[in-house]
């Protein structure tokens, strides 16, 4: 059975799972930086949901070397992706080599890189609106569950490990399974998620947009031809069905995960990561990738500036496609 959950990168994702963990009864500790951390050691971890406010007492710490890392320990990485690497430097100096880790992120690069280090690696697809803007509070507007947080082990494969992580979750406010091939529904979410980047850009409002749509369908013909299996929308539907995101304070969730770089002023967005790894295939399978090359330079553009959420028209965005095609 796992014995504590760590969370490194307590922000939008990794604070409400661990806030969740935490109410649940589990042992968690929290890894977090700057003005977060020195909140939530302070303060506490304040976890707004719909049903109202809860400020959880709960260990935090900047670096894992803090913690005194076990094999029994579950490391549950949540930060983004262009962040992993360097977290994973810091995991390995310290963590015993049997240690279990959880990559509860967007894409798919972040499972290939914890492979390298450590040989009990699991993929986590993570459907949970969350939202971290401000220290030592975080937001999760899932109802009726916190989010939905199937896990397997990687590159496939179930364990007790797994099963054990997914009754934890299912006992502390989530909807989790263990699925043996938890990486397709990890590649259907990397479709949905190249859209991040523009709805970052140019708002909410363009999700529904023509190319949004050429993103998505891009994203396909790059799976298509690199011969990689992909869960359904219907079976992505079948897991999600009830789930809703609700208003906080009568207030919706402002954005996606990139949404929130921008906001935060954080100078780096995952991009190269989602839009990129579609990029990736294209380049590697000869399959045109225009759109998601658009956006993953149009991202990265306005991090490196401090340009703010949302700045961008969708001409603007159009004409970079244009140019690119």
Request: proline share 3%; hydrophobic share 45%.
């Amino acid at each position: 059975m796992p014995g504590r959950y760590v969370i490194y990168g307590a922000g939008a994702i990794g604070g409400v799972i661990g806030g969740g963990l935490a109410l649940g009864g589990r042992d968690v500790a929290l890894i977090a930086r700057g003005d977060h951390v020195r909140a939530l050691r302070t303060r506490g971890l304040e976890l707004r949901t719909a049903d109202g406010t809860h400020v959880i007492s709960v260990p935090a710490v900047e670096d894992p070397a803090d913690l005194a890392l076990t094999e029994d320990d579950i490391v549950v990485l949540a930060m983004k992706t262009q962040d992993t690497e360097a977290a994973l430097d810091a995991l390995a100096s310290t963590a015993p080599a049997a240690l279990s880790v959880v990559c509860a992120q967007n894409g798919v690069e972040n499972e290939r890189l914890a492979l390298r280090r450590f040989a009990n690696v699991y993929g986590m697809c993570v459907m949970l609106p969350g939202v971290h803007l401000e220290p030592g509070v975080v937001e999760g507007a899932g109802s009726p569950v916190f989010g939905v947080l199937d896990v397997g082990r990687y590159p496939m494969g179930n364990d007790t490990t797994a099963e054990a992580i997914a009754a934890d979750l299912e006992g502390s406010g989530f909807r989790s399974r263990a699925d043996e091939a938890i990486m397709r529904y990890k590649y259907a979410k990397l479709r949905v998620n190249t859209g991040n980047a523009l709805d970052a850009a140019c708002g909410r409002s363009v999700r529904g947009s023509e190319l949004a749509a050429r993103a998505a369908r891009e994203a396909l013909d790059a799976f298509r031809a690199a011969g990689i299996d992909v869960a359904t929308k219907d079976e992505e539907a079948a897991r999600r069905e009830g789930f809703k995101t609700l208003t906080i304070d009568g207030q919706q969730r402002a954005g996606s995960s990139s949404w929130q770089s921008l906001a935060k002023g954080s100078g780096s967005i995952e991009a190269d990561f989602l839009n990129g790894e579609i990029v990736l295939l294209g380049r590697l399978h000869g399959v045109p990738t225009p759109v998601n090359e658009a956006l993953r330079r149009l991202a990265n553009r306005m991090a490196r500036r401090g340009e703010a959420p949302g700045s961008v028209t969708m001409e603007e965005a159009e004409a970079l496609v244009a140019s690119l095609a």
